[in-house]
Structures are given as structure tokens and as C-alpha cells.
């Protein structure tokens, strides 16, 4: 069991260049999210999906794309990186919420991106 | 709206106590969490409290709940050089999707 994983770890982009950061989890976990984090701001909510085909803006969406073809995988497409993208970006997973039970997020390690 | 706001740095010496610090707005939550990012690393769950309750304790950590005030605060005993981390806090409401984090607090531990 590999919890949530993302690749990659590390990321150089010039400005104006496109990329997906990747993020698959096999917990069967309904809920997955991007979050961004940055100095000072903790964590800022991109997008989120609550199941496969289902998708729905953050708090900071703009000049982000995701998709969610299968429970297991939530990529984040990047469509032309700007300096102000340059972040630590968190994917996180979780099950169906429970009335009466505690919500547990799973994160996985983060990829640094850099836009120059 | 809603907001969780916390101090960003806080320094201690190892072995002394640690007490990191939370507020939040929405009365409505029903659990309360702090979680740990270490260096490098994506964050982890550390503890949580139902908000029926004013107080857990779990080894070294105690999590103190006032509801009036809507102020959490996490205690570190005996602070260890490996609790260096930026510690969250975050609310979520029972049954719903709604989980909101802290801005974290940088716990720096000084040998």
C-alpha cells in the first residue's frame, strides 16, 4: 500500500512552458485534492474532485487544469507556468466523509516546482 | 468567512515545553486536527479532537479546545530537536467535505 504518490519530485520550467505534475492513490479514496504551499500562506486549495468525471474549483484555480478519469489517478496540468507558480504543490486523498467520524486527509510528499 | 489562522514561527529550547496556538471562526466544525510537515516531506496527521471535548492527551502531546473562545492549542512536552517541523491545524465538519487549514507554525527546537 503506497498511500498517495507524486512525481516528480522536482521541477525546472521555463515561462510559458506546459506540464502535468502527476498524483495517483490506491486507497480507493472517493476525495483528492492540490493544494499549494507557499511561505507564509499555508495551504491554498487548487482544485479538488469528490470522484471519478467530477471536478470543482479551489480557492486559487487560475492557470490550473485537472481531470479525473479513475478513482486511483488526479493529474494537475499546468497550462503556461508563470514565475508566480513557482511553489511546493501537496495532492491529498481521503475517503467519503462519515457523519460522526473524523476526516483523516493523506498527503503525498510534494513536488517542487520552480518556473524561471 | 471562514478562516484558521495560527503564529508562524515559534522557537523553544529542547526539553522545555512547546504550546503552538490556533483560532479558528466557524462554530459549526466538528473536529479539529493538527497535522506535522517535516522538512522535505508532505504532512502527516499528528492528532485530532471531537469538538464535544476541552481536552486529549496522547504521550507527550496535549490538545487543549475552547469552543467559546474557538481557540486550539497543541502542546509539546518535553520538545525534542526531531520536533522541528511547521505544525497545521485544520477544521473539518463531520459528514461533509469542508476542511480547512491553518496558515502552520515553523517550531524550531534549539539544542
Known amino acids: 500500500n503506497a498511500g498517495v504518490t507524486q512525481t516528480p519530485k522536482f521541477q525546472v520550467l521555463k515561462t510559458g512552458q506546459s506540464m502535468t505534475l502527476q498524483c495517483a492513490q490506491d486507497?480507493?479514496?472517493?476525495?483528492m485534492s492540490w493544494y499549494r504551499q507557499d511561505p507564509g500562506m499555508g495551504l491554498r486549495l487548487i482544485h479538488y474532485?469528490?470522484?471519478?468525471?467530477?471536478?470543482d474549483q479551489g480557492e486559487v484555480p487560475n492557470g490550473y487544469n485537472v481531470s479525473r478519469s479513475t478513482t486511483e489517478d488526479f493529474p494537475l496540468r499546468l497550462l503556461s507556468a508563470a514565475p508566480s507558480q513557482t511553489s511546493v504543490y501537496f495532492c491529498?486523498?481521503?475517503?467519503?466523509?462519515?457523519?460522526?467520524?473524523?476526516?483523516?486527509?493523506?498527503f503525498g510528499p510534494g513536488t517542487r516546482l520552480t518556473v524561471t | 468567512g471562514e478562516d484558521v489562522e495560527q503564529s508562524l514561527f515559534l522557537s523553544v529550547r529542547e526539553g522545555d515545553s512547546s504550546v503552538i496556538n490556533c483560532t479558528y471562526t466557524d462554530s459549526s466544525s466538528t473536529y479539529l486536527y493538527w497535522y506535522k510537515q517535516e522538512p522535505g516531506a508532505g504532512l502527516q496527521l499528528l492528532t485530532y479532537?471531537?469538538?464535544?471535548?476541552d481536552m486529549k492527551q496522547d504521550q507527550r502531546l496535549t490538545v487543549l479546545l475552547n469552543k467559546k473562545d474557538k481557540h486550539l492549542s497543541l502542546r509539546i512536552a518535553d520538545t525534542q530537536t526531531g520536533d522541528s517541523a511547521i505544525y497545521f491545524c485544520a477544521e473539518s465538519l463531520s459528514g461533509t467535505y469542508k476542511y480547512i487549514f491553518g496558515t502552520g507554525t515553523r517550531l524550531k527546537v534549539l539544542a
Open positions: 474532485s469528490v470522484g471519478a468525471g467530477i471536478t
Open positions: 479532537i471531537f469538538s464535544n471535548m
Open positions: 486507497m480507493n479514496h472517493e476525495y
Open positions: 491529498a486523498s481521503r475517503p467519503r466523509p462519515r457523519t460522526g467520524g473524523r476526516d483523516e486527509q493523506y
